[in-house]
T-cell receptor, first 115, second 115 residues
Framework: GNSVTQMEGPVTLSEEAFLTINCTYTATGYPSLFWYVQYPGEGLQLLLKATKADDKGSNKGFEATYRKETTSFHLEKGSVQVSDSAVYFCALSPRGNQAGTALIFGKGTTLSVSS | GAVVSQHPSWVICKSGTSVKIECRSLDFQATTMFWYRQFPKQSLMLMATSNEGSKATYEQGVEKDKFLINHASLTLSTLTVTSAHPEDSSFYIC???????????FGPGTRLTVT
């Protein structure tokens, strides 16, 4: 079946530290991959996405590369800020960019950045 | 960008009563909307897929008579929790899929507390 596994949190970092949140997936076919961010008390916001192998999604200094060979989509940022403190969800769409496909989410990783 | 709203943002109700949650796509049309449930510090679990003008498709284990979904127009889907019980207390999140590109946008969520 389809599933997403991401590293357990919480992840606690100092401002300007390097961030990696690991995400691996299991899927049949050619899924699309996503990272969503959820700030306290708010809904999910799309952070970045990649629709095929070797694609790199990037936004707001965050990056993730779709690695088919390792079935991974790790999230990275070179220098985190306090404002990056949130819960990050890795997700996949099992049928890629097809209509009517719900997303499958990982359990989320809480990031806490201190100044 | 595409905006999805949910109303109410939070609601407290007494056990045995029913609560209706609205999900609206404000600036785009959505043939398909999804309803998720999120427990504290856990991932989003898909409850049902809602298609405009047809019956919703429920995930295994979700009681369709308890969680009534209506998708009467291309911009509105509603979730009614009938005869609510304390175990229905949760954070309910909807997402709406654009007709072009099949992007999904998430609402801010509705926190339901049943006393």
């Amino acid at each position: 079946g389809n599933s997403v596994t991401q590293m357990e949190g919480p992840v606690t970092l100092s401002e300007e530290a390097f961030l990696t949140i690991n995400c691996t997936y299991t899927a049949t076919g050619y899924p699309s991959l996503f990272w969503y961010v959820q700030y306290p008390g708010e809904g999910l916001q799309l952070l970045l996405k990649a629709t095929k192998a070797d694609d790199k999604g990037s936004n707001k200094g965050f990056e993730a590369t779709y690695r088919k060979e390792t079935t991974s989509f790790h999230l990275e940022k070179g220098s985190v800020q306090v404002s990056d403190s949130a819960v990050y969800f890795c997700a996949l769409s099992p049928r890629g960019n097809q209509a009517g496909t719900a997303l499958i989410f990982g359990k989320g990783t809480t990031l806490s950045v201190s100044s | 960008g595409a905006v999805v709203s949910q109303h109410p943002s939070w609601v407290i109700c007494k056990s045995g009563t029913s609560v209706k949650i609205e999900c609206r796509s404000l600036d785009f049309q959505a043939t398909t909307m999804f309803w998720y449930r999120q427990f504290p510090k856990q991932s989003l679990m898909l409850m049902a897929t809602s298609n405009e003008g047809s019956k919703a498709t429920y995930e295994q284990g979700v009681e369709k008579d308890k969680f009534l979904i209506n998708h009467a127009s291309l911009t509105l889907s509603t979730l009614t929790v009938t005869s609510a019980h304390p175990e229905d207390s949760s954070f309910y999140i909807c997402s709406a899929e654009t007709l072009a590109g099949y992007e999904q946008y998430f609402g801010p969520g509705t926190r339901l507390t049943v006393t």
